[in-house]
């Protein structure tokens, strides 16, 4: 079963980051790594951040543990939904009004044209956040009933949307294209709900929303809910750190940093974050059935899989950096010195490739545990790592001294990840083998 899922994730991850290379080849080729394309990635990255951070991450960290224990899973399922709904919406109506404080915020080193530029683009792309939260309501149902498929696939969407965007939009001016993008990601949400209605629909699940006889207090899963918030934030409060520092570097820095987070991602979504989905739910069930055993033996499974496959990863990475951002985007507006950029980043995010990985299995421990406050410790220190050396390679270093700062990160989450599960238990778990 373990193995059968996480093939299935990867192969859904895999299908999706294809088609978003082949997006962001035509945004290299079409805009290029400048003022357009860094404010229409400063925009999508708000949405996203808050997307990681509340939708994916920390809500279904909380709630498949306690949705699992749950005598009364209609009504408690129904509470969530609502709540946190009308909680998101808020917040995205709230940035529509004061987009220009929020972009100033999240970019400080924009002037205030580019401010101006950035300002509706980013109230746009913020409808993606609600949106995206339904779907990661549904899809954490549909996990629970051990179904990933449909939720591996569907990001698709959202990078067919854009494809289909950057095309219709080439020969415009280029901030044009920037809201043609912005309106293709609103679309791609929209395809990703329909998709999954169906899904739950064929599994007879739409029935766990009922919004009859509602009551809202369901105190410890905010509250669970909230330390896996700020647990899930450190990784993505780091990005949105880098995007904050790299707009006081030369024009073009931001792009740098995201085209070679994009390539890191790749091994970091299609193996660690896709066995950590498949296996989160059955640690999940285990725990709560008391079945310890069972619990660490999937996890020894699932780590020395996950190791192989992200030490190899690196290694092709490493060795071969510059060829793969050459080859994946110099063409058009993307020039060779951009590639140089991009590959030296891409390289020092992959030193951290394989302790940001494992810490992903390890902290399913503490998650299904409903240890989230301990793990939220854990990530702020990691965090607070990260941003010292920031701080302290941002201007010798540029946007390279950014991305090593992030790695530094990352062996940090796993020191302390592992110190918390157990040294010894940590190391009995492999002795035999």
């Not at 509250?223 to 790299?246: E, K, M, P, R, V």
């Not at 995201?258 to 640690?283: C, D, E, G, H, K």
């Not at 941002?394 to 991305?403: C, M, N, R, S, V």
Request: proline share 2%.
């Amino acid at each position: 079963m373990l193995i059968k899922s996480i093939f299935t994730n990867s192969s859904g991850i895999l299908f999706s980051r294809v088609l978003g290379f082949i997006r962001d080849l035509l945004t290299a080729s079409i805009l290029g790594a400048n003022i357009y394309s860094d404010i229409f990635f400063v925009a999508f990255k708000v949405p996203n951040l808050f997307r990681r951070i509340f939708a994916e991450g920390a809500f279904t960290q909380a709630f498949i543990p306690a949705y699992a224990k749950s005598k009364h899973k209609i009504q408690f399922s129904s509470a969530i939904f609502l709540s946190f709904f009308a909680f998101i919406m808020l917040l995205s109506l709230l940035v529509t009004l004061f987009s220009k404080f929020v972009t100033s915020f999240i970019a400080i080193g924009f002037d205030d044209k580019t401010i101006e530029l950035t300002a509706p683009l980013l109230a746009i792309n913020f409808y993606y956040l609600p949106m995206i939260f339904v779907v990661t309501f549904m899809a954490a149902l549909l996990q629970y009933k051990n179904h990933f498929a449909t939720t591996a696939f569907s990001t698709a969407l959202l990078n067919l949307s854009l494809i289909a965007a950057l095309l219709i939009s080439k020969d415009l001016d280029k901030y044009d294209i920037t809201f043609y993008l912005s309106y293709g990601v609103l679309i791609g949400g929209i395809l990703q709900i329909l998709v999954h209605i169906i899904a739950l629909k064929n599994k007879n699940l739409l029935k766990v929303l009922s919004f009859n006889k509602i009551k809202f207090a369901q105190r410890k899963f905010y509250n669970s809910f909230a330390a896996a918030t700020l647990g899930s934030s450190t990784a993505h409060l780091s990005a949105f750190i880098d995007t904050w520092l790299a707009s006081f570097l030369i024009s073009g820095s931001i792009s740098y940093l995201y085209y070679a987070n994009r390539i890191f991602q790749l091994p970091l979504a299609l193996f660690a974050i896709a066995t950590s989905v498949a296996l989160f739910p059955m640690i999940a069930k285990a725990i709560k059935n008391k079945n310890e055993n069972k619990a660490l033996s999937l996890m020894k499974k699932a780590s020395m899989i996950l190791s192989v496959l992200l030490l190899i990863s690196s290694f092709i990475g490493i060795f071969f950096n510059e060829f793969i951002v050459e080859l994946l985007f110099q063409r058009g507006e993307f020039t060779q010195v951009d590639t140089v950029n991009t590959a030296l980043i891409l390289l020092m995010y992959l030193i951290g490739l394989l302790p940001y990985g494992i810490s992903k299995i390890f902290s399913l421990w503490l998650y299904a545990q409903e240890k989230q406050f301990i793990a939220a410790k854990i990530s702020m220190k990691a965090l607070s790592f990260n941003i010292v050396f920031s701080l302290i390679l941002f201007k010798p270093y540029g946007a390279t001294g950014l991305a090593f700062a992030s790695t530094i990160g990352g062996f940090v989450l796993f020191y302390y990840t592992i110190k918390e599960f157990g040294f010894k238990k940590f190391y009995n778990l492999f002795k035999n083998d």
